[in-house]
């Protein structure tokens, strides 16, 4: 059964201090994984797709990476407004539509 | 603004009264979908659409309907709601596919409907 896991569930960070958070994915023929910022009260907003192991996406201090059993999200230097929980999908084989969302990792970074 | 709008964005309701969320974007997208959101569980595919009358099951399809007689909208239909049924519900947009070929735009979110079914 396809499976997307991630950790921590919670992380607590300092301002400034970088941290990183894991997907972990036993999909087979990864189609793109993705990822997801959701704020309270909000839908998700989108992040990133990454497609084959070794490619790297950045935006302002988040980094996005992949390999072939899981996606690190790098947060460099994070603030306050960094808090969120966030979100990793992937896609698989079936159809465009076919995706599963792992259950997320909230992320609190503290003045 | 481009965005998905879902209405209502808070609902009670009782158990078996017929009820309709709906979905509607503005942004021409071919593929819509439904998902619910559960503490612990995530978020999971309720159903999707690949354009106008194409629809299929996602993967927690029971007690639920859609349609998609319009490209802008994708209503989602509790023909007896039950309580079970109480989520968070959001709709979902993208342009092409999730990802395939398509330049990887994910999909666009609508702000959510809470359902409460007693």
């Known amino acids: 059964e396809d499976q997307v896991t991630q950790s921590p569930e919670a992380l607590r960070l300092q301002e400034g201090e970088s941290s990183s958070l894991n997907c972990s994915y036993t999909v087979s023929g990864l189609r793109g994984l993705f990822w997801y910022r959701q704020d309270p009260g909000k839908g998700p907003e989108f992040l990133f797709t990454?497609?084959?192991a070794g490619e790297e996406k950045e935006k302002e201090r988040l980094k996005a990476t992949l390999t072939k059993k899981e996606s690190f999200l790098h947060i460099t230097a994070p603030k306050p407004e960094d808090s969120a929980t966030y979100l990793c999908a992937v896609q698989r084989p079936g159809g465009y539509q076919k995706v599963t969302f792992g259950t997320g990792t909230k992320l609190q970074v503290i003045p | 603004e481009a965005q998905v709008t879902q209405n209502p964005r808070y609902l009670i309701t009782v158990t078996g009264k017929k009820l309709t969320v709906t979905c509607s974007q503005n942004?021409?997208?071919?593929?819509m979908s439904w998902y619910r959101q559960d503490p612990g569980l995530g978020l999971r595919q309720i159903y999707y659409?690949?354009?106008?009358?194409?629809?299929d099951k996602g993967d927690v399809p029971e007690g639920y309907k859609v349609s998609r007689k319009e490209k802008r909208n994708f209503p989602l239909i509790l023909e007896s709601p039950s309580p079970n049924q109480t989520s968070l519900y959001f709709c979902?947009?993208?342009?092409?596919?999730?990802?395939?070929?398509?330049?990887?735009?994910?999909?666009?979110f609508g702000s959510g409907t809470r359902l409460t079914v007693v």
């Open positions: 990454l497609y084959s």
């Open positions: 979902a947009s993208s342009f092409g596919g999730m990802g395939l070929g398509t330049g990887g735009n994910g999909y666009t």
């Open positions: 659409s690949m354009n106008v009358e194409v629809t």
């Open positions: 942004m021409n997208h071919e593929y």
